[in-house]
């Protein structure tokens, strides 16, 4: 059964730090891009990063460079998303995603979990 589990939200001040990690199992981990995404309420998904499937290079999109750290543990089939100077506006539900075909188009999805940055 794939699984992709992401954890490490919650309720943090403006100006910390989080790091979410996003664990991945039931599939050939090495072979999937793996990308991290955000839903604030009321608002559309946003990608923020992912690691590529053929050479494992990070890649982040072009509103989230600076704040925002993909890293990955192979030998853990997990994915990290460092986050730091957070801000009220990066309140939102992060998910992970894996998939085949690049970062273009995802297989398979995580639930989601919760930051809530206070100001």
């Known amino acids: 059964e794939v699984q992709l589990q992401a954890s490490g939200g919650g309720l943090v001040q403006a100006g910390g730090s989080l790091r979410l990690s996003c664990a991945a199992s039931?599939?050939?981990?090495?072979?999937?891009?793996i990308g991290w995404f955000r839903q604030a309420p009321g608002k559309a998904p946003e990608a923020i990063s992912c690691?590529?499937?053929?050479?494992?290079?990070?890649h982040y999109a072009a509103s989230m460079s600076g704040r925002f750290t993909i890293s990955e543990d192979n030998a853990k089939d997990t994915v990290y998303l460092q986050i730091n100077s957070l801000k009220p506006e990066d309140t939102a539900v992060y998910y992970c995603?894996?998939?085949?075909?690049?970062?273009?188009?995802?297989?398979?999805w995580g639930q989601g979990t919760l930051v809530t940055v206070s100001s």
């Open positions: 690691i590529s499937s053929n050479d494992r290079t990070t």
């Open positions: 995603a894996a998939g085949l075909s690049g970062p273009l188009q995802y297989d398979y």
């Open positions: 039931g599939f050939d981990f090495d072979s999937y891009t």
